[in-house]
């Protein structure tokens, strides 16, 4: 059975940060893209960050970028989002998800088959 699991929500004061993860079983993070994606409230979920090992290539929301980033430990199977710089509208629940995405869905949901139950991440004073 495909499982993800991700940890390392919380609540943080703006301009900390937070380190989430994202531990599979039944699979093998290095065969595939791994995606993250958010959900505030009222809001739909959007992409925020996804990294494809195999072959390559980082892609980061624009208002993300140079906040976060995605790592990989082949070890224990983990990813990381490293999120710094946090600021109150990073506030929601992330998800991780893996798949084989094209170029063109890398960015959009429906290029993952794989999602974790998701982690709630608050940025507040």
């Known amino acids: 059975q495909v499982q993800l699991v991700e940890s390392g929500g919380g609540l943080v004061q703006p301009g900390g940060s937070l380190r989430l993860s994202c531990t599979a079983s039944?699979?093998?993070?290095?065969?595939?893209?791994v995606g993250w994606f958010r959900q505030a409230p009222g809001k739909e979920r959007e992409f925020v960050a996804a990294r494809r090992w195999s072959g390559g290539g980082e892609y980061y929301e624009d208002s993300v970028k140079g906040r976060f980033t995605i790592s990989r430990d082949t070890t224990v199977n983990t990813v990381y989002l490293q999120m710094d710089r946090l600021r109150p509208e990073d506030t929601a629940v992330y998800y991780c998800?893996?798949?084989?995405?094209?170029?063109?869905?890398?960015?959009?949901?429906?290029?993952?088959?794989?999602w974790g139950q998701g982690t709630q991440v608050t940025v507040s004073s």
């Open positions: 998800a893996a798949g084989k995405p094209i170029t063109s869905t890398i960015r959009t949901e429906r290029g993952y088959r794989v």
């Open positions: 039944g699979i093998t993070f290095g065969a595939y893209a």
